[in-house]
């Protein structure tokens, strides 16, 4: 019998939820060669607790610092600085993975309901009409 692992810690292993939702964004961050602030536009993938992964035209650089800011309905949800963990240069879709950095009892409050609204919102669009 293989045992991988300590059963008490598998318990204890925090569950952290990741919502498939589509939410508007703006991410900014200085440009490291010309000192510029970037500004793109985009649209979460999902989000999750503490990160989100986000569709950009223009990828920042893995390592530094930007600015997420969430909209829904022309309103700022929530600004917060993230760092990018991970980036995904695919041309048809390129990815860059956010890691929150501060104000996550904030994130999870606006942002996660927001995905989840977001979620019940395109149910309804798609599903509901055929329950009826």
Excluded: C
């Excluded at 508007?24 to 979460?44: N, P």
């Excluded at 950009?56 to 893995?62: D, F, I, K, M, N």
């Amino acid at each position: 019998m293989t045992h991988f692992g300590n059963e008490e810690n598998v318990k204890r292993a925090p569950l952290h939820r990741r919502i498939m939702a589509n939410l508007r964004v703006q991410v900014s961050w200085i440009d490291k060669g010309t000192g510029k602030t970037v500004l793109v536009e985009g649209l979460t993938e999902n989000v999750g607790e503490t990160s989100a992964l986000v569709n950009l035209e223009t990828l920042p650089p893995v390592g530094s610092e930007v600015s997420l800011r969430v909209i829904d309905e022309e309103k700022t949800l929530i600004e917060v600085p993230t760092e990018v963990i991970r980036v995904e240069r695919d041309p048809s879709k390129p990815l860059a993975a956010l890691s929150i950095a501060q104000n996550l009892k904030n994130w999870k409050q606006h942002v996660m309901t927001a995905a989840q609204e977001w979620v019940t919102r395109q149910w309804r669009l798609n599903y509901e009409e055929e329950w009826v």
